[in-house]
């Protein structure tokens, strides 16, 4: 990263450099007393062997808010033992 100023004009560069691609390897609910499992596994739209998508953990994320057993803002994805170097497939 490099930063410069000169009068009213700031330089900011950022380098940004991408790693290994992640795979989920296991899914769990946790907390729900509300509803059977299997309805809030059926509402993921990533599976265990999938690459990573946060657009598709967002979109889970609401679909599950939208299903009304649960405060949508209380849901919070945790990922646990990130290794992008593994995959189960």
């Known amino acids: ?11 900011f560069e950022i380098r940004v450099t991408e790693g290994k691609l992640a ?6 609910v946790v907390g729900n007393t509300k509803t059977n499992d299997h309805v809030i596994y059926r509402e993921l739209r990533t599976k265990p062997g999938e ?3 946060k657009d598709q953990v967002v979109r889970t ?4 808010g939208q299903l009304g057993f ?10 646990k033992n990130v290794n992008p170097r593994r995959r189960n497939c």
Not at 23 to 28: A, G, L, M, Q
Not at 61 to 64: A, F, K, L, P
Not at 70 to 79: G, S, V, Y
């Open 1 to 11: 990263m490099a930063i410069s100023a000169e009068n009213d004009t700031i330089n």
């Open 23 to 28: 795979y989920f390897d296991h899914i769990t």
């Open 51 to 53: 690459l990573y998508s």
């Open 61 to 64: 994320v609401r679909e599950i």
């Open 70 to 79: 649960f405060d949508a803002e209380a849901i919070n994805p945790d990922f």
